[in-house]
T-cell receptor, first 111, second 114 residues
C-alpha cells in the first residue's frame, strides 16, 4: 500500500541545522518530494529527488534518500525564521501521476 | 495573478446545504486534483482528473462530487455538507510528463460546516 509518515513537529534554534525525516512504503516510487506550506498559503515544491539518487543538494537544502530503508530526509542548513513552515514529504508511486503526502512536519524556528 | 485560483477562500455553511468550491488554472495543465487538509492527517486526495473526460476517485471521495467543465476548470461539490467535512481544501494541477511532475497548488479554501 501507499503510506508516507513523518513526525508532526520540530523545533530548532535559529542558525542550527534542521533535519526532517520521512518514511514511505511504496518501493516503486520514482520521485520523492518535499513541499513547503507557509501560513495561509498553498503548498510549493521545495525540492525533489529521483529514486536512483542517494543525495541531492540545493543551496541550504540537502535531501538524503535511503531506498533500502525507504527513508527520506531534508536537512536545512543555517535555519532561519523564514524557514518556519509545514514541510510535507510526498511520494509518486511508479506508474501513477498522483502524489501521496505525509501528514506534514511543522518546523518552528526560535531565536 | 495566481496560476491556480480557488474560490471562495473562506466559507461557512450549514449542515445539509449544498456547496461548490471552484478552481481555475492558467498553467495549461491537463491534470487537476482536489485534496483536503486536516491537522495531523496531511493532504488526502478526494478526486483527480487527467483530462476533461477522465475523472477518478481518490482515497476519500465519499460525500463529494466533481465536475471538469473545461481544461482550466475543476469544481468540487459537497451535495449535503456535514460537520466532519470542515477542512482546508486545495486544488492542484500538474502536467502529464513522465518527469518529476511538479504539482502547483491554489491557496486553499477554508470550509466550515456548522
Amino acid at each position: 500500500g501507499e503510506d508516507v509518515e513523518q513526525s508532526l513537529f520540530l523545533s530548532v534554534r535559529e542558525g542550527d541545522s534542521s533535519v526532517i525525516n520521512c518514511t514511505y512504503t511504496d518501493s516503486s516510487s520514482t520521485y520523492l518530494y518535499w513541499y513547503k506550506q507557509e501560513p495561509g498559503a498553498g503548498l510549493q515544491l521545495l525540492t525533489y529527488i529521483f529514486s536512483n539518487m542517494d543525495m541531492k543538494q540545493d543551496q541550504r537544502l540537502t535531501v538524503l534518500l535511503n531506498k533500502k530503508d525507504k527513508h527520506l530526509s531534508l536537512r536545512i542548513a543555517d535555519t532561519q525564521t523564514g524557514d518556519s513552515a509545514i514541510y510535507f514529504c510526498a511520494e509518486r508511486p511508479g506508474g501513477y501521476n498522483k502524489l501521496i503526502f505525509g501528514a506534514g512536519t511543522r518546523l518552528a524556528v526560535h531565536p | 495573478d495566481a496560476d491556480v485560483t480557488q474560490t471562495p477562500r473562506n466559507r461557512i455553511t450549514k449542515t445539509g446545504k449544498r456547496i461548490m468550491l471552484e478552481c481555475s488554472q492558467t498553467k495549461g495543465h491537463d491534470r487537476m486534483y482536489w485534496y483536503r487538509q486536516d491537522p495531523g492527517l496531511g493532504l488526502r486526495l478526494i478526486y483527480y482528473s487527467f483530462d476533461v473526460k477522465d475523472i477518478n476517485k481518490g482515497e476519500i471521495s465519499d460525500g463529494y462530487s466533481v465536475s471538469r467543465q473545461a481544461q482550466a476548470k475543476f469544481s468540487l461539490s459537497l451535495e449535503s455538507a456535514i460537520p466532519n467535512q470542515t477542512a482546508l481544501y486545495f486544488c492542484a494541477t500538474s502536467d502529464k510528463g513522465q518527469g518529476k511532475t511538479e504539482a502547483f497548488f491554489g491557496q486553499g479554501t477554508r470550509l466550515t460546516v456548522v
